[in-house]
């Protein structure tokens, strides 16, 4: 009996997930099946726990707008879900419980570091505070970077993200009062690209930055984010299909027991 994977979401036709994943199992001779799984927005703890009743199952990637759902529904969850508090990665342990983790966080910082960008003792701005956002805090902060400023449109909901960490390394704004402090990396953690547009944010904090990243991607194109940027003048701008590999490859390893290997699959979906 094969061993069943999915992707679970709303829309979910669209992700590159059965694709990644089917690449990985190839180049580790690993006999698995994943699939895409729409789930109804109002019954996502329902289409897991069927998913889970199939003897054959074996995990789960969550994706838009489900990660907080996810982590309500986990009867054991990882240090970096628990930071988050969302979750992206699903499994069963022995005793058949379902187990939540996270391996956004680990994505970014992975992509990044494998593109040379330098995160130790660096200034980082981050605008969103979603669930995506959440993800990635705790898996920057070990990376010793001196600053992450989380800028959102609804204040408070920064300004509760940076509470679960209280450390004087993190801080939160608006979008209209972001401090000035010359940022060497800004990241888009909101998903205005996926709709072609911008965040609302002054292109000064753009401007002298040696980096841009963008957590969102389009299929065959730059986003709007990372367009953006490079008009601005940014060196280096990246957009978020990296990341997805690299969580990706994350969540196969905890699953599998097996590391694949990231850069022959980004360049294939590139």
């Known amino acids: 009996m094969t061993d069943l994977y999915a992707v679970v979401g709303n829309p979910i036709a669209h992700?590159?997930?059965?694709?990644?994943?089917?690449?990985?199992?190839?180049?580790?001779?690993q006999e698995i099946e994943y699939t895409t799984l729409l789930s109804p927005m109002d019954d996502f703890t329902a289409t897991i726990r069927q998913f889970f009743s199939q003897n054959s199952a074996c995990g789960l990637n969550i994706t838009v707008p489900f990660k907080l759902e996810a982590?309500?529904?986990?009867?054991?969850?990882?240090?970096?879900?628990?930071?988050a508090g969302a979750v992206n990665t699903l499994y069963k342990n022995e005793q058949g419980y379902i187990c939540g983790t996270n391996t956004d966080g680990i994505g970014i910082v992975r992509d990044l570091l494998k593109n040379n960008v330098v995160l130790k003792n660096k200034k980082i701005?981050?605008?969103g505070a979603g669930g995506a956002v959440r993800g990635v805090i705790a898996p920057l902060l070990?990376?010793?970077?001196a600053q992450?400023?989380?800028a959102n449109r609804t204040v408070s909901k920064a300004q509760a993200l940076v509470s679960l960490f209280n450390i004087?390394?993190?801080?939160?704004s608006g979008l209209d009062d972001i401090p000035a402090l010359g940022f060497d990396l800004v990241i888009n953690g909101t998903a205005t690209s996926l709709e072609g547009k911008l965040p609302k944010i002054d292109a000064k904090h753009i401007v002298g930055s040696k980096c841009c990243y963008d957590m969102m991607y389009a299929a065959g194109q730059e986003t709007a984010f990372v367009t953006w940027a490079k008009d601005l003048g940014v060196g280096q701008c990246l957009d978020g299909l990296g990341m997805?590999?690299?969580q990706a490859a994350e969540s196969f390893f905890i699953w599998r027991g097996v590391r694949p290997d990231t850069t022959s699959v980004l360049d294939q979906l590139r």
């Open 168 to 172: 004087n390394e993190l801080s939160a």
């Open 125 to 127: 701005l981050i605008i």
């Open 244 to 246: 997805l590999v690299e």
């Open 148 to 150: 992450i400023v989380i």
């Open 71 to 83: 982590y309500a529904l986990c009867e054991e969850l990882s240090d970096y879900a628990k930071q």
């Open 15 to 29: 992700s590159k997930s059965p694709l990644i994943h089917s690449l990985f199992a190839k180049q580790t001779q």
């Open 142 to 145: 070990e990376q010793q970077v």
